[in-house]
């Protein structure tokens, strides 16, 4: 009887050794939410995983698993305020590697602004990258990403 580990897909293997924790830790940035963005990852790559056949085809498969990820939790956010009616808690906030100040101004983007500043700098995919990852036409990125830049300079100047 075959062993479990024989069973994977040796590239399904290598994408979630290669790209998991870069996944986790976008989502974490884009949502502001160290809890939140793994969770949002696991649940991403456990359906990466489960139709891997298809994701693995994929010009970006982890686009596509950074963009599952962005609408599991914003379902999940929306669940959890129909549920408890009241403001969600606080929840830790990813740190920014080299500048305390930016996790800060990043919190003050909505979601969709943080999650194209998310993969302009941090996953470092182009304008065209991103806008199939998230979806959204060139133009449509590239307007979010000027806003989001124009309101992350005023964070930021106000700071220093």
């Known amino acids: 009887m075959p062993r479990t580990a024989e069973l994977v897909d040796p590239q ?36 990466a995983c489960e ?21 599991w939790a914003r379902s999940h956010q929306r669940r959890y305020r129909w549920r408890h009616r009241g403001p969600v808690p606080d929840r830790p906030v990813m740190a920014v590697p080299g500048d305390p100040d930016l996790a800060e ?7 969709d602004h943080r999650a194209v500043v998310v993969c302009r700098f941090y996953l470092d995919w182009s304008v065209e990258e991103t806008a199939a990852a998230l979806g959204l036409p060139d133009g449509t990125v590239k307007s979010r990403l000027r806003r989001a830049l124009d309101v992350l300079h005023r ?4 700071h220093r």
């Open 155 to 158: 964070q930021l100047e106000d």
């Open 105 to 111: 101004a990043l919190a003050q983007l909505s979601l």
């Open 12 to 47: 399904l293997e290598a994408f979630y050794r290669r790209h998991a924790e870069q996944v986790r830790q976008a989502l974490c940035l884009a949502l502001g939410d160290l809890d939140l963005g793994t969770e949002a990852a696991d649940e991403a790559m456990a359906r």
């Open 51 to 71: 139709r891997w056949s298809e994701i693995g085809e994929y010009d970006n498969p982890v686009g596509w698993a950074y963009r599952v990820g962005l609408n």
